[in-house]
């Protein structure tokens, strides 16, 4: 069978404060926020069929359901069907297959309800309320503001946050790890998934985290107070502090008190650090410019650390001009 490629393009004026759903099953969906009252969506199907007219009708069978009106927009994948494939069998009798990308440039205020289950999804930019559903699909939320709420089996969830965040996440076992310049409102509620913040936490905010066996790592900007509940929790601290209580009851005071963060768990357990990728690009950036670096090199090396794939200290090696051997 050959591959034949077809695209469906959708454009809505939602309003810069407009609602945006999107529903889909193992789709790759990339979004940018944009300025801007208009939504703009483009799915592609990569479709396996023997000539270019079955393309075409399994083409027609299964473009994206999309509803519109004031100030909505909302696009799904056909019947609620669990995969494209299984669409195809049922229509077609087994014959052909496809696979969907989806991409969209969305206002960056808008309110946002996206659902995948083994979709990967890329998010950047987006500003207002946003929700997010997945069984096993990751996603990466890039320079974001807002509120954010989680609802994740098994995917893994990386959120960098340009702007003051709130989140309320739901996990079973996926990981889920946030750099905001301040966190507003915490709120995870996860079973073997492990949680990692770097951020500066509102004094007047609610913080809480509940794992049975999940484990919590702090890059802490500024003071806070851990309530920590725990029958086999570990607690460990980088900076000056003061553990007080008994073992199944702790409190770990860093500064002079601060934000509560409650932690209660069957055996996570519970670190703190300074924090290291909140604070590592600013620096970064500011190594690469006194040292002439191209600004293509320097954004490379910025990803590569944004990634994980280099440490702090390689990082700066490089934006120094150093090779990678040195």
């Not at 000056?240 to 601060?258: K, P, S, T, V, Y």
């Not at 300074?274 to 600004?295: H, I």
Request: net charge negative; no cysteine; charged share 25%.
């Amino acid at each position: 069978m050959a591959t034949f490629v077809r695209t469906q393009t959708i454009s809505h004026k939602v309003g810069e404060r407009g609602e945006v759903t999107i529903k889909v099953t193992d789709a790759d969906v990339r979004l940018q926020g944009v300025a801007g009252p208009e939504a703009s969506l483009r799915a592609t199907f990569e479709i396996r069929a023997a000539t270019e007219e079955e393309a075409d009708r399994i083409f027609n069978a299964i473009q994206l359901r999309v509803r519109v009106g004031s100030g909505t927009l909302s696009v799904e994948e056909v019947d609620g069907a669990p995969s494209l494939g299984k669409v195809i069998s049922r229509l077609f009798g087994g014959v052909g297959h496809a696979d969907l990308s989806v991409e969209a440039d969305l206002p960056l205020g808008a309110e946002l309800h996206l659902a995948g289950v083994s979709s990967d999804v890329e998010v950047n930019g987006m500003r207002g309320e946003q929700r997010y559903a997945t069984v096993s699909g990751d996603l990466r939320l890039r320079d974001l503001g807002g509120s954010i709420r989680l609802n994740a089996v098994s995917g893994d969830t990386s959120i960098r946050a340009a702007e003051p965040i709130a989140v309320t996440a739901d996990a079973v076992s996926g990981d889920l790890a946030i750099t905001a310049p301040r966190l507003r409102s915490l709120r995870v509620s996860s079973v073997s998934g492990d949680v990692e913040l770097e951020a500066e936490l509102v004094k007047s905010g609610e913080f809480r985290i509940d794992t049975v066996s999940g484990d919590l790592a702090v890059g802490l900007v500024g003071p806070a107070v851990f309530e920590i509940r725990g029958l086999s929790t570990d607690v460990h601290s980088e900076l000056d502090h003061r553990l007080e209580g008994r073992m199944d009851r702790r409190r770990l005071i860093i500064g002079q008190g601060g934000p509560t963060v409650v932690f209660s768990s069957m055996s996570g357990d519970v670190g703190v650090r300074a924090p290291r990728r909140r604070e590592a690009r600013p620096a970064a950036a500011a190594a690469a410019s006194a040292q002439g670096l191209e600004p293509e090199a320097q954004l490379e090396v910025l990803r590569a650390l944004e990634r994980g794939e280099i440490d702090v200290d390689e990082a700066t090696r490089r934006l120094g001009g150093a090779p990678r051997d040195a």
